[in-house]
């Protein structure tokens, strides 16, 4: 066996290597990924963080349930058949947060400009929502809510909507009082990308310091006009989108491409990506992803029915081949910090602030579920508590490989359910990481 990546600190040193005894009947612990290569076989263990590789005689004894190595055990590849996995996962999550700072200032603010929109998607969550529009106090009120609540620190700003270029006055008002206060920030957007010009694009670069754009496109052209449903008939949105992505690129901005799929677009997505892999391959901070339609106001999406969730996950995987062919997807860090938040909900250093000057924990509840009000002090900490609630675990959480950084949030749409599809894709892109680490680790080796 050869350790590729060892256990990540600082868990090697209060894990120890594991004792071994040859009398004990072993087992590969449950948070093991494989991935053959032709030198043997690649072993991640997705709870330490460990990569190893077997050579081929090792793969085939390891495989068949052979004597068990060593070296595998005392690195917590295998364990013993009694050993409790889960247990063991629940006290290095225990261990992480107490290390991790618990008084940590707000650093990370997702910012409604408006909840109005130029588009009428139908699958929106917010289609249904009340429009609002920040207003310039209330942007300034913003500035003064983050200087007062950051520390110090560096900023990470979100321009959220509806469509946020909808208020392009609110986002230059924000960033102008910050620079006045000298405090640091970068910014990010969730944009639909229509609005998006030659001297937006430059005040975006130069003064909102915007270093990434995530915009959705959910179909060829036709397809995606159709969708979009924007309220300008008389413009072409896909094509005056496709020339923004080309101007934000070019000015250093990196878009990300969101492509909501369900089984009525799938085809037609792969159509997709195929336009982009030939129009943006090669091109610096171009990426893309799919995700499926949730939620109340898709009911009838194919994630809710089981013949048609294999059928659609196998036309995503389609789409993922696709985009890793020409390098437009991003590889899954495996030495990256033990996941201790969900997301921006159960993470204390996140906010969103709502154009009416409303705090809260998610985007997704742009009309309720307010944590507090930038004009007033302090935030309601029973609310905050319920965010971090979790769900009930599943009789799949015992055995399932992505258990350690599986965490399932009781107010989270997207944490509603865990079909074997979304296990089966969530090992697969580990087992596509691991195959681009260890490309990568032989390349440096040769070098």
């Known amino acids: 066996m050869k350790l590729l990546y060892s256990i990540l600190p600082p868990f ?49 004894s390891f495989l068949r349930g052979g004597v068990p190595s060593e070296e595998l055990a005392r690195q917590w590849f295998l364990v013993p058949q009694d050993h409790d996995d889960r247990q063991l996962a ?151 989108v496709i020339r923004n992505i080309h101007g934000l690129l070019d000015a250093g901005i990196a878009v990300r491409i969101r492509m909501n799929v369900d089984l009525y677009n799938a085809d037609n997505l792969i159509q997709l990506t195929q336009q982009l892999c030939s129009e943006f391959k090669g091109t610096p901070g171009f990426r893309l992803y799919t995700h499926p339609l949730f939620g109340e106001e898709v009911a009838g999406a194919a994630i809710y029915h089981e013949d048609k969730r294999k059928l659609l996950y196998q036309k995503r995987e389609t789409i993922s081949r696709l985009a890793r062919e020409d390098s437009l997807t991003a590889n899954e860090n495996l030495r990256g910090p033990w996941k201790i938040h969900q997301c921006m909900a159960d993470d204390d250093s996140c906010v969103t602030i709502l154009p009416d000057g409303h705090i809260g924990k998610c985007e997704h509840f742009s009309d309720e579920g307010f944590v ?19 769900r009930d675990e599943t009789d799949s959480c015992r055995t399932c490989p992505h258990y350690p950084s599986c965490i399932r949030l009781n107010r989270c749409v997207y944490s509603e359910y865990c079909f074997p599809e979304m296990r089966e894709e969530m090992s697969m892109i580990i087992r596509q990481s691991m195959l681009e680490t260890y490309k990568k680790l032989k390349e440096a080796k040769d070098a």
């Open 90 to 240: 629940i006290q290095i999550r225990h261990i992480v947060r107490m290390l991790s700072d618990e008084t940590v200032p707000i650093t990370t603010y997702t910012i409604f400009t408006t909840t109005d929109c130029n588009a009428r998607c139908f699958y929106c969550f917010q289609k249904e929502a009340v429009r609002h529009t920040m207003s310039p106090e209330t942007a300034r009120q913003t500035a003064d809510f983050i200087l007062a609540h950051s520390a110090g620190k560096h900023v990470r700003l979100q321009w959220f909507g509806g469509e946020p270029l909808y208020n392009k006055k609110a986002i230059s008002l924000i960033c102008k009082a910050l620079q006045s206060t000298g405090i640091t920030y970068e910014s990010g957007m969730i944009s639909n990308g229509f609005l998006f010009d030659d001297s937006t694009i430059q005040e975006a670069a130069a003064e909102w310091r915007l270093k990434d754009v995530q915009i959705t496109l959910d179909g060829t052209e036709e397809v995606y006009n159709r969708v979009k449903a924007f309220i300008y008939p008389e413009v072409n949105a896909f094509r005056r």
């Open 372 to 390: 507090g009000h930038i004009g007033r002090d302090g935030l309601d900490e029973q609310m905050l508590l319920s965010y971090k609630a979790l």
């Open 12 to 60: 090697d040193k209060l894990l120890g290597p594991q004792a071994y005894s040859p009398q004990s009947s072993w087992r590969p612990i449950a948070y093991l990924v494989q991935q053959p290569v032709p030198e043997g076989l690649l072993l991640y263990n997705t709870l330490t963080k460990a990569l190893a590789l077997l050579d081929a005689e090792e793969a085939e």
